[in-house]
């Protein structure tokens, strides 16, 4: 999402699971990029929002070990696509905002939610309550059910609000200057919805490895959830 997420960048990763059986290809894909210099959502000469060039620059966007350092300029269907998977995070992003999960509340309703969408998805998941059964630990397979993969996690609970200078709802994602506002939008629930709203292209993958999502609690309070979930992973 750059540098939309409150300041904070995210660079997203395609993870190639149909190329080798013991240890999958990871590459970067441009779904989102690297920090911005320019701040406010202007378009480069290449055309793509939140270039690294100004306006009226040669843009260089994408150099890097895929390309052995060349330049390249983005191709129009590129672009879209890139603009796609950003709306998409983002539309997601603003629905898990709206769940309050700062850590002294329940996550419940957060997690069925995601189970929700994980079972629309042709995705069963499992979950683990703490002793209270106010709160719980998601763990979701994709692909086919054999030993190793890769892990995606991240923790649903968010810091409390208390006693901040807020300019707008914290629950509800604000986008002004070129950023987005709101509790969660960097730690972490846009990690989770850049996840959720790739649920279609992780799912028609042939995948040879399976991908684990794994949802906790209470990470901002000692990460007291996670040793639950990491044992139904082992």
């Known amino acids: 999402l750059n540098s939309l997420v409150g300041g904070f960048s995210v660079s997203l990763v395609q993870v190639d699971l149909t ?10 894909v441009e779904l989102a990029t690297r920090p911005a210099i320019h701040r406010s959502p202007h378009r ?11 306006p009226s620059q040669e843009c260089n966007r994408g150099a890097g070990r895929n390309d052995r350092g060349s330049s390249r300029r983005h191709t129009l269907e590129g672009n879209r696509m890139t603009d ?6 983002i539309a997601m992003l603003e629905k898990l905002v709206a769940f309050d999960t700062v850590s002294r509340n329940s996550n419940l309703a957060f997690i069925d939610y995601v189970r929700d969408l994980l079972k629309a998805a042709g ?8 002793e209270e059964r106010t ?24 810091v409390p609000i208390d006693d901040q200078d807020w300019a707008s709802d914290p629950f509800s994602v604000v986008e002004r200057d070129g950023l987005l506002y709101g509790r969660g939008t960097a ?21 040879k490895s399976p991908i684990h999502l794994a949802f906790s609690y209470d990470e901002e309070v000692g990460c007291a959830g996670v040793p639950s979930l990491i044992r139904l992973l082992m």
């Open 19 to 28: 190329l080798g059986d013991e240890c999958p290809v990871v590459r970067e």
């Open 44 to 54: 480069g000469a290449c055309g793509a929002r939140f270039c690294r060039s100004g």
């Open 84 to 89: 796609d998977a950003t709306a998409r995070s």
């Open 123 to 130: 995705v069963e998941s499992r979950l683990v309550f703490n």
């Open 135 to 158: 709160k719980a630990n998601l763990l979701a397979t994709i692909g086919p059910n054999i030993e190793g993969g890769i892990v995606l996690s991240g923790h649903t609970d968010v």
């Open 187 to 207: 730690d972490m629930k846009c990690f989770i919805a850049i996840i959720l709203s790739s649920l279609g292209q992780m799912t028609r993958a042939p995948l």
